[in-house]
Each structure stands twice: as C-alpha cells, then as structure tokens.
C-alpha cells in the first residue's frame, strides 16, 4: 500500500525558513516523481514545485529562487526547503505522487507566515 507521510511546516516570521519532508513507502522510490502543492481553502491546488525520478526539478514562479526541492533515495524522502517565506506563502502543504496510474497524496502539512 503505497503512503505518503508529511512532516514539518508550522509557524514563522517572513523571511524565515521551514523545511518540509514527505516520506514515500509501498513504492519503488527511486523510480517516482513527486510534487509538492499547496492550497488556501476554497482555492484550487497550485503546484509548487516538482523533482523527476532523474532529480529534474521545476517550480513555480511565485517560488523561485526560495524554494528547493531534493530527494533522498535512500531515505524514500523528498524535501522541500522553503527560504525567505512571504505572507502568501501561507498554505496547506501537499506531496503527491502518480504511481501505478493512481494518484496518492500526503496528509497535508499548514505553513503560517505571519508577523
């Protein structure tokens, strides 16, 4: 069964830093591609940022320059390390992955970004 866990996020100051992890199991880890989202209630979900099973990324261009995306084959974990946060940067937080022709996401993780 395949699960993604997401761990961290909280409360910070702009310009401030957080660091989100998504831990994938049930999968050949190595072989996916996953993505990190966000989503403000009653909004669509936006991509944020995305890395290949090739460690190809892409990002947003709201987030570029201060978010990166890495992964960790040997530890099935994909990080999101969020620097110089602004205001709108505050969200719910979701990794997500296409495996096997279904669509798994993680738990969701709030980052709040406020003075």
């Known amino acids: 069964q395949v699960q993604l866990v997401q761990s961290g996020g909280g409360l910070v100051q702009p310009g401030g830093s957080l660091l989100l992890s998504c831990v994938v199991s049930?999968?050949?880890?190595?072989?996916?591609?996953i993505s990190w989202h966000r989503q403000i209630l009653g909004t669509q979900r936006e991509l944020v940022a995305s890395?290949?099973?090739?460690?190809?990324?892409n990002y947003a261009d709201s987030v570029k320059g201060r978010f990166t995306i890495s992964r960790n084959n040997a530890a099935n974990t994909v990080y999101l390390q969020m620097n110089d946060l602004k205001t709108e940067d505050s969200s719910d937080y979701y990794c997500?992955?296409?495996?096997?022709?279904?669509?798994?996401w993680g738990q969701g993780t709030r980052v709040s970004v406020s003075s």
């Open positions: 049930g999968a050949t880890f190595r072989l996916v591609a």
């Open positions: 997500t992955s296409r495996i096997n022709g279904r669509t798994y």
């Open positions: 890395i290949t099973s090739g460690g190809t990324t």
